[in-house]
């Protein structure tokens, strides 16, 4: 018996084996890939210029799955788009198109839920489910450019679920999207067939999984990595992330550092400003020393509304402290305040909880 695989899972360049394998000429492989890549095709039967014989055969041999758009939520302040897709096998996850002047970036999960059980986070309430496969990571980005019409340049692991607790599906991901595939004529010549974003232009957020940052390190990609660190001491992170409890800041630290010195890139670190809980000046002056001991920037983010109990803290004058102490310290631009666009917030949505100033389409 042969089981059907999932041709979004295969690279460009297996595509082509198995095609050029089924006895075809190299350039069906082609327009498969250019369907695939260029428009997300969502079953074999968009693929019109393969003959209709052909795409019956490809039906039997492979899947190709398609998320369904349940909700797409659009920002009247700056255009951010967020879509709740819906799988085959009836989870929800998240994706978010960003607007930037340098192109378009996006959001996307790699879980359906999360087990992290971070105490500000909107995922958590809805549980953990899934990990989601490298072609589910792939469509967020092809169907949100087919729903948009828009181009995407920038990739970021931000959204619902821990991407260092799905690491081998996530370096799969990395390998797909980050493949260019040159259609015949070389590099020169031709144009990529596949979605070519670039590592630099790929972020991975992670709340402190050591074990999937030293996995990740030991490729030696050039993807930016963002630390979902959020307090200096192990007390307080300890309280917001359950994570900390097994790994502890100093180890987490340590952990970031080797992934600087194999990949020469810096490391980002998250923190979500929470009045009364890691904004005081000591955790200030704790923060900057041990930032400044391994290196790298801080994005102080503001706390948004399905924080629950908690309530924000001042951003910027918490910058301002953090850059006086000679730390790279900078306040996160926020996008889509007005359609919820922080992951997850749109699946407690679902469960009765009230969005302000929506304009959806479903």
Known sequence: ?????????????????EIIGMGLPRYRAEQIIRRIYGRGAADFGEISELPKKLRAELEKRFVLTAPILERKLVSELDGTI????????????ESVLLRYDYGNSICISTQAGCKMGCAFCASPPNGFSRNLTASEMLDQILFAQRESGEQISRVDLMGIGEPMDNIDEVLRFLELVNNPLFAPGGRAKGSPIG?????????ISTCGIIEGIDKLASYGLQC??????????DETRSSLMPINRVTGVDKLLEACLRYSKITGRRVSYEYALIKGVNDSDAQAETLAEKIKSVGGHVNII???????????????AFCGKLVAMGV???????????IAAACGQLRLQKKNL????LRYYE
């Not at 979605?195 to 972020?203: A, D, E, Q, Y």
């Not at 930016?224 to 001491?233: G, R």
């Open 328 to 338: 790279n310290a900078t306040v996160r631009r926020t996008l889509g305040a007005d």
């Open 195 to 203: 979605l070519n974003i670039g590592m630099r232009h790929i972020s």
């Open 82 to 93: 967020k879509f709740l897709w819906r799988l085959p096998d009836g989870n929800a996850i």
């Open 1 to 17: 018996m042969r089981f059907m695989v999932d041709i979004k899972q295969m690279t460009p360049d297996e595509i082509t084996s």
């Open 354 to 357: 009230t969005v302000k100033f």
């Open 302 to 316: 503001r706390l948004n509304e399905a924080a629950g109990q908690f309530e924000p803290g001042d951003a910027h």
């Open 224 to 233: 930016n990595l963002l630390i979902s660190l959020h307090a200096p001491d």
